[in-house]
């Protein structure tokens, strides 16, 4: 009867202390340049895209202009970026961390952890 208790101690002892061992997994997927996991989101510009850093206080447009030739229209649309125009069916599109922004480039605040880039759509 002692060994009995004795193995059931024991084997109740090993159950508690392995229960709180685990193993921890990070999974990683990569996406169109951008690398993604639980905590992190690294963007990064495509080749031959027009990009730059944020600034706190200045809009997407006024830093673009800051660093090349521009051509925009009143409204605010980007027409040519030193001096290079769309062809046919394509526009200049601006991303913010790897995402197409939602507003029009006048009408973004970029912060300081913002990576702004442009490139030439087709549609």
């Known amino acids: ?16 202390a392995g229960a709180g061992c ?31 850093a944020g600034q706190d206080s200045k809009n997407a447009l006024e830093l673009l202009q800051a660093k090349h030739q521009v051509d925009v229209s009143a409204q605010g649309f980007v027409n040519a970026i030193d001096a290079k125009k769309p062809g046919d069916h394509q526009f200049w599109a601006f991303y913010v961390n790897c995402k197409q ?19 030439l759509e087709s549609f």
């Open 1 to 16: 009867m002692k060994r009995f208790s004795s193995i059931l101690i024991l084997a109740l002892g090993l159950t508690l």
């Open 22 to 52: 685990g193993l921890t997994t990070t999974v990683k997927t990569t996406t169109n340049s951008v690398i993604q996991n639980t905590n992190t989101v690294v963007c990064a510009a495509p080749v031959g895209s027009i990009s730059y």
């Open 101 to 119: 922004a939602e507003v029009g480039a006048k009408d973004y605040q970029t912060k300081t952890s913002d990576l702004v880039y442009w490139r």
